[in-house]
Nanobody, 125 residues
């Protein structure tokens, strides 16, 4: 089993920045990719960014390209999401996810086996 714990959410004004962290524990050697998803009230949960460290690949949703950056610190079993130039439409609950059987769909929820509890990000105009 793998446990994921997110942190770093909060409230910020438009144009500001936040860095989310996701600490993994348990059988972390089984994880080969991780991702961040978000869900706003009344909307479906959608992918934001994903990383496959072994092959050096990152993936971003079009809505966050150039503003968000995903990275991983293997020594700390932690993945980060640096969010810059935040917009009110970025307001959502952000979830960390991890998987061990890559099927090629970076932003498919079915691709991920483990999920964190989420951290709230609120961007005011």
């Amino acid at each position: 089993q793998v446990q994921l714990v997110e942190s770093g959410g909060g409230s910020v004004q438009a144009g500001g920045s936040l860095r989310l962290s996701c600490a993994a524990s348990g059988y972390t050697n089984s994880i080969i990719y991780m991702g961040w998803f978000r869900q706003a009230p009344g909307k479906e949960r959608g992918g934001v960014a994903a990383i496959r460290p072994i092959v050096g690949m990152t993936y971003y949703a079009d809505s966050v390209k150039g503003r968000f950056s995903i990275s991983q610190d293997n020594a700390k079993n932690t993945v980060y999401l640096q969010m810059n130039s935040l917009k009110p439409e970025d307001t959502a609950m952000y979830y960390c996810a991890a998987g061990n059987t890559w099927g090629g769909m970076a932003f498919s929820r079915a691709e991920y086996k483990y999920w964190g509890q989420g951290t709230q990000v609120t961007v005011s105009s």
